[in-house]
């Protein structure tokens, strides 16, 4: 069951079912395989009510997905979700007032709380599971109760891990994994704004993120990469700004496949440093320097290694490349410009509006497109620019002067004016010579 937008509910037909593939063979202790498979097998097996918490909420029982759509649904499925997530035990009415209507508690939160809990009641009594009372109100404490086992994979990863903690060997690997497997996503996703899902959000992907490193650092040193990858790669999905990717090309280095790696570096460049607009820190350059270094591609002859050197695609205006691409670059043209005394000019276009603030407020990424585009047309196939950031981009232009540094401005921002007509946004050039710069 999802959550949707406009508060309806939707039950999707994948199951919450870990695949975990154990390996075998010499070395490998039995007790901790077992642990995985019977893991798996408690995660996916048809007795019981399974719930998932981590990377969407949904709902099984008996191999089905329960509760149909219905509109106006939001608060009632809130309600089940943290009662669920209460267990036993249960959750007083005032945290649970606070939880669903928040710390104002503002109109009549108790009378609200009355109405809803009846909403849920009807949406269970429509649902496919056995008739029972299951949302259960003793002393002031609300609680979900039913005669069938819970199972939520929030709990299965906990147990795992605390499992784990006591093993060691081959096991505590074997129990990482399925721990791993077992983890989806964010906690709770569409109620991510909340205060307590947040908490609990920051506490199971601390749990992940510590079963991930140690698993990295025994799986690679056990020279199991095709598993390492695998693990790494949904890592990469769930989190890509945690530098998983630097484990993944490495994986993909040591089994042979060079050109798998680079072009995994590529992409990663480029949703750094250009689609998500993230500005480069000290830590991403050396992050994307290791990644840089671990590809080695196979021995070619001259004309191979030229031909995948080689654009691919027809070449118009300046040459755009990865900000780690342009640093690598603008040092070459900077030891290039001090030995032979040929110019070479870096040119940063700083987007800003009337107040000289960032333009979000004008159009952020599109005026941000606009003033790519405007670059890119604007200057030879020689020149080399990239985007550092939201709104800004940086050029090298070679072989001129200061004129003909001004020259490409004036040709920029004629194209720039052309697309965007609002005199509110602006363009601020500035350039330096290159080799001044690195005296």
């Known amino acids: 069951m999802e959550i949707n937008h406009d508060g309806t509910v939707f039950c999707p037909s994948v199951r919450f079912r870990p695949v975990v593939s154990a390996k075998s063979g010499a070395g490998t202790e039995e007790t901790g395989t077992t642990d995985r498979k019977t893991a798996v097998q408690t995660a996916s097996a048809a007795e019981g009510l399974h719930v998932r918490m981590l990377g969407e909420f949904s709902m099984e029982y008996h191999g089905h997905s329960i509760l149909k759509e219905k509109r106006g649904s939001l608060r009632a499925v809130h309600l089940l979700q943290i009662l669920l997530y209460a267990g036993s035990e249960g959750i007083t009415r005032e945290r649970l007032i606070r939880r669903i209507f928040g ?99 920051a506490h199971y992907q601390r749990e992940y993120f510590e079963c991930m490193n140690e698993l990295c650092a025994a799986l690679s040193a056990q020279g199991e990469y095709e598993e390492l990858l695998e693990l790494c790669t949904r890592a990469a999905v769930l989190y890509p700004f945690y530098e998983w990717q630097i484990w993944q090309i490495d994986c993909l280095s040591a089994l042979g496949r060079p050109e798998e790696a680079l072009a995994l570096y590529e992409r990663t460049a480029n ?76 040119l940063v ?21 606009v ?49 965007e007509r609002s005199r509110r946004i602006r363009v601020a050039y500035r350039f330096v010579p290159i080799a001044e710069t690195v005296r």
């Open 103 to 201: 710390r104002s508690g503002k109109g009549d939160s108790s009378g609200n709380l009355r109405v809803i809990v009846h909403h849920l009641r009807g949406l269970l009594r429509e649902s496919a599971l056995p008739a029972e009372e299951y949302i259960q109100i003793r002393n002031g404490v609300y609680s979900f109760s039913s005669s069938f086992p819970v199972e939520l994979d929030v709990r299965l990863f906990e147990r795992l891990i605390e499992k784990a903690g006591a093993s060691g060997g081959r096991r505590r690997l074997e129990l990482l994994k399925a721990a791993c497997e077992v983890y989806r996503g964010y906690f709770l996703p569409a109620l991510s704004g909340e205060e307590w899902v947040s908490v609990e959000e």
């Open 271 to 346: 949703l750094y440093f250009r689609e998500l607009s993230m500005l480069p820190s000290r830590r991403m350059l050396d992050c994307f320097q290791r990644m840089g270094k671990s590809v080695r591609m196979k021995a070619q002859d001259v004309c191979g290694i030229q031909d995948h050197l080689r654009e691919k695609e027809d070449r118009t205006g300046a040459y755009c490349c990865s900000y780690p691409g342009f640093v690598d670059s603008y040092r070459m043209i900077a030891r290039l410009a001090e030995r032979s005394g040929q110019t070479a000019y870096l």
């Open 349 to 369: 276009c700083t987007l800003s509006d009337d107040r000289k603030r960032r333009p979000a407020a004008a159009g952020g990424r599109e005026v941000s497109a």
């Open 371 to 419: 003033l790519e585009a405007s670059v890119q047309e604007s200057l030879r196939e020689g020149d080399v620019y990239t985007k550092y950031g939201r709104d800004q981009y940086l050029v090298i232009l070679t072989g001129g002067g200061e004129e003909e540094c001004r020259e490409a401005i004036r040709r920029i921002d004629i194209r720039f004016r052309s697309r």
